[in-house]
């Protein structure tokens, strides 16, 4: 499986910008996909110099997108202050969308087809699409062809009350009818992850999130939009006595476990990321913050394969490891989205796990132990919320200040779970 | 935020009305715009005294395309042209004597003098004398040119440079500024050069090109139109603000074509940070402008200690605990850096409910001043700019009377723009400024207040 990695060069992290996070039907309710990546676009043009500039390609994505949509990225660029002359392409891979677009921009500047980029992504669940109902569609598309009086009027015949009803998008596989939660929840009891760690970890994620806050991290990460300037998803005072009174939302009966709070809301938000060679940075006097190593991206059979849908990445992870030479414990971050704090927990508990590791990743020994004081210490999803397509580039951006800061040679490790049973996960260096 | 009363004034009926009743008549004031000629018209210049200046002052002049008339004979006779500026040298004036030439020739110039004209006046210094008879002489010229000043219509202005002896490289960048729309609302100001190594071949269109400047408190008001002249002027701008102003910060950069940086001055490692980034994307830094600032007003009985810190941690202490750092930092203050500090009129001249703020304002003065023989010896310059009644979004909130009393009681009466600041602050910016340091330059149009 493991191939040899290719020597050559790698893709500079230079920075990035976000917009904070809002909660779904708050503070950015009407804001558009365009309106959110378009600002968060003009952040990173501001904090970087980048007036009139022509980088190489801008690439972003929304999962939940409008039909009218089709090229959001290029409009988003036509609105901002970047040269009208920057190509633009969309992608959509789920919550890894962020992530694979770093991916993808950083693949070319290393192949040398351009020598700067733009990775980001957005995501609205308020202004989300809602499409007309799938009978109404029908009757339209015929009413639309026809050609005389009596097909028209026969096609209206096809009309009837129960068609107002909109197609609303739903947070659910497709081939399973699940909610993603409900299939966390599902991973959550198999791997025996229990309420009180979940909790932990959430406590700790909005600790970390405002800590780093407080401490003007995020100075250079985000830029206020519409009146907030922190993600509002943060509770800083959150702690295990309030979290413990929350009920569970996903899983059935006692062994339920995942609430409202140990499980992300739905938010809005988007994110970017400026990729360039060295020699375009050095030119502009701009940082490298990290170089982008290598990337990896896993699916698993969540529908017939026994596999949790969020399981992927665990699978991704080795991988990528075996090609790089690397064992897991060679980071010195490890960013793991917290789609559901169980998720977290349960890619964790898979890598130590030797029936796992041998069964399901066909290694001799398992993975190991991450040493937990190196994981996502300034917060993840949990706290900051997670507009599906923007995860990717804060934590993308947020990781290569890390490491930048804490000097020459440091690793880090980002590990993203996404629907449809994907994985996308990288590895950063300093 | 126009000026209704203004506008009004200036139309058909309004001149009727204000000059039946008389009204003030706040002009329209001649404002620099790029492309334009120094002044609209000709400039005439007279001495008094030894006049040492006068040569330098016409080539000068000349250089920048203003034809020079003879001075306006004592009977009025002339050459025709109404002038834009006139100019008096006095510098040579060594008793009180002397000053009735002054008379002579202010008289009938300054009669003539077109609208938005000026009136500037050369001198020696007063301190620079051992003489009682000559300081008063060179004294009085003070209060003969802020009394012009308040005499003036129609937006002219009077003001007053001391050029001591060796000084007179330093005297072209005063004088270029005082005469142009770029001190439009500085009137009544005296000015004290000092000697300098000037740079030759200044670009009048572009005098900041090529240059680095940090404006905190960018994304809105007077900070964000110092940004934007600096940017005209052609500096690239590091606007700063809070994180919280990032929004408008941004905006602000991208419109100028800058880079935003998100920083709280008053954090600890603020200095350090402006340091680190300041190092890593521009190697060094050239123009500095304190812009920053905060008002928490109430009475000083009434005054919790949070509002009296927190205006002093934004306004003073992170202007100093910056420049310190910036000095401190090998190499990155380029050796012809300019600051600039915004203080206040209310630093000047107290202002009820603001204790707090009047007193950090009234620091940056003290502090300029100490520090200026340092910038000197590395051959930088530090300033102040005191703002006066300035028309931004905060005094467009102020009670209606309250506001409009405020905006008139000064020689022009009406308010300041924030580009009249903000093209003070570019003008001390310039690498021609050399000479000028130490000093506080009120941008008030002459205010009653504290005058």
Known sequence: MATTPTPGRRAAIVGGNRIPFARSNSAYAQASNQDMLTATIDGLVARFGLQGEQVGEVVAGAVLKHARDFNLTREAVLGSRLSAATPAYDVQQACGTGLEAAVLVANKIALGQIESGIAGGTDTTSDAPLAVNEDLRRVLIQLNSAKTLGDRLKALRGLRPGQLAPEIPRNAEPRTGLAMGDHAAITAEEWEIGREEQDELTVRSHHNLAAAYDRGFFDDLVTPYLGLSRDSNLRPDSSMEKLAKLRPVFGTGPGATMTAGNSTPLTDGASAVLLASDEWAAERGLPVLAHLVDAQTAAVDYVHGGEGLLMAPAYAVPVMLARQGLTLQDFDFYEIHEAFASTVLATMKAWEDPRFCKERLGLDAPLGRIDRSKLNVNGSSLAAGHPFAATGGRIVAMLAKMLHEAGPGKRGLISICAAGGQGVVAILES | ?451
């Open chain 2, 1 to 451: 935020m126009s000026d209704w009363y203004r506008d009004f004034a200036n139309s058909g009926v309004g001149t009727t009305i204000t000059r039946q009743f008389g009204l003030p008549r706040p002009a329209v004031l001649r404002r620099y715009e790029p492309g334009e000629p120094l002044l609209p018209g000709p400039a005439v210049i007279g001495t008094a005294g030894g006049g040492r200046l006068r040569d330098a002052l016409t080539r000068l002049l000349r250089d920048a395309g203003v034809p020079v008339l003879s001075p306006v004979a004592a009977d009025g006779s002339d050459d025709g042209e109404r002038p834009a500026a006139v100019l008096l040298d006095a510098t040579g004036v060594t008793g009180p004597g002397q000053l009735a030439a002054a008379h002579d020739f202010l008289a009938p110039a300054v009669k003539r003098l077109r609208a938005s004209g000026r009136v500037l006046i050369l001198a020696d210094p007063p301190s620079a004398t051992d003489s009682p008879a000559t300081a008063a002489a060179r004294q009085a010229l003070d209060g003969l040119v802020r009394s012009i000043g308040k005499e003036l219509l129609n937006g002219s202005t009077a003001n007053l440079v001391y050029v001591p002896d060796g000084a007179e490289a330093s005297l072209a960048s005063p004088v270029r500024f005082f005469l142009s729309g770029r001190s439009a609302y500085v009137d009544g100001q005296v000015l004290t050069l000092s000697a300098a190594d000037v740079p030759a071949g200044e670009d009048d269109e572009t005098p900041l090109a090529g240059r680095v400047a940090v404006v905190t408190g960018a994304a809105r008001g007077i900070g964000a139109a110092i940004a934007r002249v600096m940017a005209r002027d052609g500096a690239h701008v590091v606007a700063v603000d809070v994180p919280a102003a990032g929004e408008s910060l941004a905006a602000v950069a991208n419109e100028i074509g800058g880079t935003a940086f998100q920083l709280d001055i008053t954090a600890a490692d603020a200095p350090a940070r402006l340091v680190a980034h300041l190092r890593e994307r521009h190697g060094g830094v050239d123009v500095v402008v304190h812009n920053a600032g905060i008002t928490r007003d109430k009475l000083l009985v009434n005054m919790d200690a949070a509002r009296w810190n927190s205006v002093m941690a934004v306004n003073l202490q992170a202007q100093l605990d910056i420049t310190e750092a910036l000095l401190a930092a090998d190499g990155l203050l380029r050796p012809d850096a300019r600051v600039v500090c915004v203080s206040s009129q209310s630093g000047i001249a107290g202002n009820r409910g603001q204790t707090n703020y009047a007193a950090s304002k009234a620091g940056i003065i003290g502090m300029v001043r100490a520090w200026a023989p340092a910038f000197a010896g590395r051959g930088a310059t530090i300033n102040a700019v005191a703002p006066g009644f300035i028309v931004t979004e905060m005094t467009a909130r102020m009670p209606f009377g309250t506001r409009e009393v405020g905006s008139r009681i000064n020689s022009l009466q009406q308010g300041g723009l924030p580009v009249d600041v903000a093209e003070t602050i570019a003008w001390l910016s310039q690498p021609g400024s050399a000479g000028v340091n130490g000093q506080v330059v009120r941008v008030c149009g002459q205010s009653m207040l504290g005058a």
